[in-house]
């Protein structure tokens, strides 16, 4: 049973974010309507007003970590803001690049030596990279909110991610350990 490769689908990102476009250069310009519209419409209507008329992209951005941290009060490690969101995202970005780190260290030679000097990265090699950045990045994905994105396969659990990483890793010990996890939830569920 083969997999499809992911691949996102960049016109339809395109095009719904053609739907929101204004006149402003910014991509979130109609996020001040929209969230007028909403605060209009919930029980807290006065909220609306609070609004400014010109979108703000500083605003957006401080709404966006006041969010992050109200959210995550309720969180049994305690708060979280966004830079922890930023970091988590960089780490697992940081994996894809951990092949090359590896490879020049093997060579005795720096990742960037080893990238300018011995090695070129192709577009083939460029495409498979963004591809498991994109798959990074959809894993973290509601599957409705991925399907906006262009991507309509089935989403392994989070265990099979892992299981999948640990084969790649050849960490068999951890291989076998998530293989047991993932038979006892099967066995579970049957």
Known sequence: MGRREMVPDPERV?????????????VFAAFSDQLRSFHASSSQ???ASQVRAQFDPENLGEWFYRQVSLWSESLVRG??????????????????DDANA?????ARVGKGVMLTSYVKESDEEMRHSSSRMFARIR???????????GYDEPMTSPLEQQLNEAIAAQDWQLATRLTAQLAQQKNRAS
């Open 14 to 26: 395109y095009l719904e974010l053609e739907g929101f476009r204004t006149d402003s250069p910014f």
């Open 45 to 47: 209507p006065w909220q």
């Open 102 to 106: 590896r490879l020049a260290n093997d």
């Open 79 to 96: 708060k979280a803001y966004v830079h922890v969101f930023r970091k988590t995202s960089l780490q697992y970005a940081r994996r894809g």
């Open 139 to 149: 894993s973290s994905l509601r599957p409705d909110v991925a399907l906006r994105y």
